[in-house]
């Protein structure tokens, strides 16, 4: 709503203009106020007629008009229009028409459609160019464009001495080299062919973790990037061009995706003269007789630091070169910029006021050091182990979260760490916009982690967490009146319960609690649960995880679910946005009405329920239940359902577009469907801690992609609206592809 404070105007002005006997008679009538309230709904649509006529002039422009004029204008230029509930990309589509038919059938504007009509990240590749053929005379010297891993050389057999090449096979960055396959593309079959052109689209948002408290191993020199200490893969920085003008060809660090070990170890090193001077300069200069051995390696292509040193040991002077006062500066000199290493790790430029400006991993201390660990200190590895020979000052493993010292630095709580990492969309806990937040007034704030005692948490007051840092023992309420605990926006911090925590009202009535932005979580090994007590008028748990479970941390530890126990009344229970683990009534639990939109609900073990709460009314929408449910009574929509479920009140409530096993007891179920086999492959992943977790997979049903009521897909995703942009993707990349190609489309994540 405009804050134009036309209403206000209108009304005043309306009013001014009734005679003084009836706005008098008005105030002391039976039941005052009806003709001051009439007289409001008039000035209400008096607004709406002044906005509309002030937005005349904007609404001549894509980029101004209301959501009305969209289609208007597109019918100007003869477009076709996309879905109207794909906003955003219905209005880029209109205001770049022109321009994408001016372009059309380049590689560059068939990028662009990927990030212009769904938001994602995307490669296009001609499949032409990955068929196996003979040289022609005509082509480039194969060496020139060799594989960058694999060494494999143009239209070739392919070069197996690399084994983690192999990687990169059926992906947009693939080395090797295919028969032409002609079948109807499907899976892995039919991808290579002249007329095909393959779009791998990345659906997976990437998050900032900044300043985040890294669990340890417990020997000084192992740790986890995940805060609760599981094994999660890190993400590279998202690129997108604020300049299509300057498009090229994305290389492989430059898209929103999984890290992996051979990638953040690609070093390739080229030593000019200018890098020559500038060891000269150095404060610890080098002799004449070694710059005159490295000007003889001048001008050539290390593909790693293992030859270059080879190469430099063999020389007289070697020692004065391989001294760390010159051979640090040389490598990360010599360091070329379109290598994994370059692009992914900070540089000496790189500082933690400002973390993940150019590169994806940073770990560093903080006061009084003020220090980052830079790219030739540094080196990729395999850490599942904890064993490694490499000699560098730290080991990281992008694959599994986790990095490793040489040897343990002074002060654990001085270590500084930033990384981004992937999930589907902004539910539970996580690093995303909460605007909302910025218009709350907290009465305490909170930083660097530790505890939380009773003083921390009051019991009317709102407390905020300014940081994602570790939070934990957590400690109980027992007199809350209207308590509320947030995250700032952009934070996720984790609070760790050592027990379980209670909170109650103690003697007050109607209080009322709030949790936004946290990411609760037990200790390893240690079973914690939230126990809710006394009488609520309202709980709301929104954008919030507490931890489902189900995974081990890095000291082998079992990660146990948070469960959400009611042991009082609660007369309305909300979760918005949130993943959680199970919710249960005790014996003396009583929750008036449940509302849970857009969240995922888990129980890991199949004996217990997800959801059960057999009393009141429980209102579902857009959800994911990855178990059971046993309620009263259940007004269900969109709603995704993987194990046998109860309801026991069917005479009254609704299933409406959503999936349930067909064995399930539902109230009226419309068009939904009801399935009898295993739903486990249906998942990109139903483990906690996975970038897809709760993403719906290729092999999915196409009426769970489109089943819900708007078109979308059922779930918690389903305001996502992915299907929706993946048709509107799909009719535009037709529009504007080149004439006789056949385009296939690949999820990559």
């Known amino acids: 709503m405009a804050n134009d404070h036309f209403e206000e105007y209108y009304a005043e002005k309306l009013w001014e203009t009734i005679p003084s006997i009836y706005r008098h008679e008005d105030g002391i009538a039976q039941e005052p106020g009806v003709l001051r309230a009439l007289v409001q709904v008039i000035a209400r649509q008096a607004a709406i007629l002044r906005r509309s006529q002030d937005s005349l002039w904007d609404d001549q422009f894509i980029e101004l008009c209301d959501e009305w004029a969209v289609p208007y204008i597109g019918e100007l230029l003869a477009t076709r229009l996309l879905s109207e509930q794909n906003k955003r990309g219905r209005r880029i589509d209109v205001a770049k028409t022109i321009y994408y038919r001016r372009r059309k059938g380049t590689p560059r504007v068939l990028e662009e459609l990927i990030s212009d009509i ?17 040289r ?14 694999s060494g494999t050389l143009p239209g070739g057999c392919a070069d197996l001495r690399n084994p983690r090449a192999s990687e990169l096979i059926n992906g947009p960055f693939e080395e090797f080299f295919h028969i032409p396959d002609f079948r109807r593309h499907r899976g892995l079959a039919g991808r290579y062919s002249i007329p095909k052109l393959a ?23 192992g740790f986890s990037f995940d805060p609760s200490g599981r094994d999660i893969p890190l993400f590279s920085k998202a690129s997108m061009y604020s300049d299509w003008n300057r498009w090229r060809p994305a290389t492989e660090p430059e898209l929103a995706a999984p890290i992996r070990c051979r990638l953040l170890g690609h070093a390739t090193y080229f030593i000019t003269e200018a890098i020559i001077q500038q060891l000269i300069d150095l404060p610890t200069p080098i002799s004449e007789s070694a710059a005159i051995e490295l000007r003889q390696i001048s001008g050539l292509v290390f593909k790693n630091d293992t030859s270059l040193l080879q190469l430099i040991g063999t020389f007289s002077n070697s020692a004065e070169i391989l001294d760390p006062l010159v051979l640090l500066p040389l490598l990360s000199l010599a360091l070329m910029e379109d290598c994994g290493k370059s692009v992914l790790f900070p540089d000496k430029e790189s500082v933690l006021s400002n973390p993940l400006d150019l590169n994806s991993i940073l770990v560093g201390f903080k006061e009084p050091f003020n220090e980052v660990i830079t790219s030739e200190r540094i080196s990729s590895g395999n850490l599942l182990n904890w064993t490694t020979a490499s000699g560098k000052d730290l080991i990281i493993d992008p694959e599994n979260g986790r990095f490793l010292f040489h040897t343990p630095p002074e002060e ?37 982690g530790g505890p939380l005692i009773a003083t921390d948490l009051l019991n009317d007051g709102i407390t905020q967490i300014e940081d994602s840092k570790t939070y934990g023992p957590i400690s109980s309420k027992m007199a809350i009146v209207q308590m509320g605990i947030q995250a700032v926006n952009k934070q996720r911090p984790y609070l760790r319960l050592e027990s379980t925590l209670t909170l109650g009202t103690g003697t007050n009535k109607n209080s009322q609690i709030t949790f936004d932005g946290l990411w609760i979580g ?5 079973v914690a649960e939230i126990i809710l007590k006394g009488n609520f008028k309202c709980v709301i748990i929104k954008n919030c995880t507490l931890d489902p479970g189900g995974s081990k941390n890095i000291k082998d530890e079992q990660l146990f679910p948070v469960k959400l126990i009611v042991d009082g009344y609660v007369e309305n229970l909300c979760i918005e946005s949130s993943i959680i683990g199970p919710v249960h009534l005790s014996n003396h639990g009583y929750i008036e009405e449940t509302s849970i939109r857009d969240s995922i609900i888990q129980s890991v073990d ?4 997800a959801l059960e709460v057999k009393t009141g009314k429980t209102n ?28 026991t009140d069917t005479q009254n409530g609704c299933f409406r577009f959503g999936a349930a096993p067909q064995s399930s007891r539902l109230p009226h179920p419309f068009e939904s469907f009801l399935f009898e086999f295993d739903t486990h492959h249906w998942f990109t992943s139903r483990k906690f801690g996975n970038p897809a977790y709760g993403q719906l997979s290729d092999t999915a049903p196409t009426v769970l992609k489109n089943g819900a009521e708007n078109g979308s897909e059922m779930g918690a995703f389903s305001t996502l609206l992915n299907p929706i942009k993946f048709d509107g993707l799909k009719t535009k990349i037709e529009e504007y592809m080149p004439f006789g190609l056949i385009p296939i489309y690949i999820h990559n994540t």
Not at 118 to 134: D, L, P
Not at 412 to 439: D, H, M, Q, T
Not at 623 to 633: E, K, M
């Open 522 to 526: 037990s200790k390893g090994d240690k």
């Open 606 to 609: 199949s004996t217990i329920n």
């Open 412 to 448: 654990l709580g001085k270590i500084y760490i930033a990384y981004y990492y992937g999930f589907s969309g902004p539910i539970g806990a996580g690093s995303y916009e909460r605007p909302w937040i910025l218009n709350s007034l907290p009465d305490i704030k909170k930083t660097n």
């Open 118 to 134: 769904s938001g994602w990240e995307g490669k296009m590749v001609e499949q032409f160019q990955k068929i196996v053929r003979s």
């Open 620 to 647: 579902i929408e857009r959800s994911t239940i990855f178990g059971s449910i046993d309620v009263h009574r259940l007004y269900a929509t969109e709603v995704i359902i993987t194990s046998e479920s109860n309801v």
């Open 199 to 221: 779009f791998y689209l990345y659906r997976i948002t990437v998050y900032e973790a900044i300043d985040v408290t890294p669990f340890s191993l417990g020997d000084g020199k």
């Open 136 to 149: 022609h005379g005509l082509d480039a010297k194969p060496q020139t464009h060799a594989g960058k891993f």
